[in-house]
């Protein structure tokens, strides 16, 4: 539901709010691993959901590298868990990366991505005039604990196995799980600054539009799971 949005507010939250955020009202049903910066949002003071920042996984730092930038000029908008809402997406994203800028003064890039095997094309990022970059690469997910899993935190546990000394245990098991490749998703970029959008505009590209989407979740319904090892 969309509306004026006059009653929204938008302030930090504590972690078991974005928790419960994300297992009720984000398809991934989990929140993401690493520091991260939690903001709330309510509308006539009932709770709604909550929007996540986060380091992505070191894939952040990837990205502002290809750029130029430092590891610590940019972060990811890892989740937007919402409930019921009458202000427009884009509006409430808005408001969370104005505080975000605000306690933290140095950050000059926001990125986000739009999984096209859930259904997402980004219209969130395009009515906020976000810079569209491409696709990300292929991934591989595997199955664990009754979920679909990123293969980025396969790697955390393996090296944590690795650490306890349960390596080849941790192979063994890990070559018998099930698996499936999902296809890239489509990446957008939020300068916070006029010099850094100059930088990072040469490397824009038209955004992309309902056909795309629909060849990519048909790319990933051509790729059903299967049984590595």
């Given at each position: 539901?969309?509306?004026s949005?006059e009653a929204?507010?938008?302030?930090f939250?504590d972690s078991?709010a974005?928790k ?5 009202w ?9 520091a991260?910066v939690?903001f709330?949002?309510?509308e006539?003071d ?5 929007v ?11 990205r502002?590298h ?23 997406v ?10 975000l800028?605000?306690v ?5 890039l926001?990125?986000?991505y739009?999984?096209p ?5 980004g219209?969130?990022?395009q009515?906020g ?10 991934v ?10 990123h ?9 944590t196995?690795m650490r306890?000394?349960r390596?080849?245990r941790?192979l ?12 890239g ?9 006029k010099p850094?959008?100059r930088i990072l ?9 309902y056909?795309d989407?629909a ?7 051509r790729?059903p ?5």
């Open positions: 539901m969309e509306g949005g929204l507010r938008v302030g939250c078991a974005a419960y955020a994300c297992e009720h984000h398809y991934s049903g989990s929140t993401p691993v690493g991260v939690r709330g949002v309510w006539d009932v709770f709604i959901g909550a996540l920042y986060s380091k992505g996984a070191g894939m952040a730092t990837m502002a290809r750029y130029g930038l430092e590891r610590t000029d940019a972060c990811e908008l890892a989740r937007v868990a919402l409930n019921r809402h009458r202000a427009p884009t509006q409430i994203v808005s408001k969370t990366v104005k505080q800028q605000v933290n003064p140095g950050l000059r926001v990125i986000s739009a999984d095997a859930q259904g997402h094309l219209t969130i990022y009515a005039n976000w810079i569209y970059v491409g696709r990300s690469a292929k591989k997910e595997y199955w664990i604990g009754g979920k679909w899993t293969n980025r935190t396969l790697r955390a546990i393996g090296i196995a306890n000394g390596h080849p941790y063994e098991w890990l070559h018998q799980l099930r698996t499936r490749d999902r296809p998703k489509f990446c957008y970029l939020m300068p916070l600054d850094t959008r505009l040469p490397y824009g590209e038209p955004y992309p539009a056909a989407l060849e990519q979740v048909s790319e990933a319904r790729h799971s299967g049984v590595e090892g």
